[in-house]
């Protein structure tokens, strides 16, 4: 059976899934739900980031919260054609998530997580590298991406995680994602650029999860 890949414009976590589990928990129940199949993930993304401007308005706010709107674009010096991500860890070690979103619409383009036992520079690492991933099954070899995480950054350079988290009981589900992830990076070359975000004069990343 072919794969089918879920657009959810308009539910608990709008962004695409890769399972009809994974979509039904997210639209199941919730009132004035907006989801769609597609056969592939290029077709997913397209449709994701074309959605109407009333969509894509509400999913700049459920991604950016209740902080106030930044029109990143009027940076001069930010990529358009970019998307950023972020992590996000409550404590350290802790439970930890990451996402990638879509800088020119803020459409969250995907997530994953809570993992236990991780720390905030392990989802940047494994959210650049999710990011890479889904632009070579693509065909992207343009599409910019930020990162906040100079040390993410540099795990990527070197095609490893350099993390001292120690493996625990909770933990082996991530310690599986970062040897694929470093498989990853070690098999494959990119024209992608990795950009630092720059903080100080943009405001915080468009993939920030509002939680400082």
Not at 54 to 70: D, F, H, K, S, W
Not at 148 to 173: E, F, H, Y
């Amino acid at each position: 059976m072919r794969q089918k890949w879920y657009v959810v414009w308009v539910g608990n976590n709008p962004g695409i899934y890769d399972s009809w589990e994974e979509c039904k928990a997210q639209v199941d129940g919730y009132p004035g739900a907006r989801y769609k199949s597609f056969n592939n993930q290029t077709e997913a993304t397209e449709a994701y980031r074309n959605g109407d401007i009333t969509v894509r308005e509400t999913l700049r706010a459920i991604a950016r919260g209740p902080r106030n709107t930044i029109n990143y674009l009027a940076f001069d010096d930010i990529i358009a054609d970019s998307i950023a991500v972020d992590g996000a860890c409550a404590g350290n070690p802790g439970m930890m998530e990451y996402r990638g979103v879509d800088v020119q619409t803020g459409v969250e383009l995907f997530r994953r997580g809570p993992f236990p036992d991780a720390t905030n520079n392990i989802g940047e690492f494994l959210a650049i590298v999710h990011a890479l991933a889904m632009f070579h099954q693509q065909g992207n070899d343009h599409t910019a991406i930020y990162s906040d995480s100079l040390t993410a950054i540099s795990w990527i350079r070197q095609c490893k995680c350099n993390t001292k988290v120690q493996r625990t009981p909770g933990n082996g589900l991530l310690f599986q994602l970062i040897q694929r992830a470093e498989s990853w990076l070690q098999a494959h070359t990119w024209k992608n650029a990795i950009v630092k975000w720059q903080t100080d004069r943009w405001g915080e990343i468009p993939a920030d999860f509002g939680r400082k």
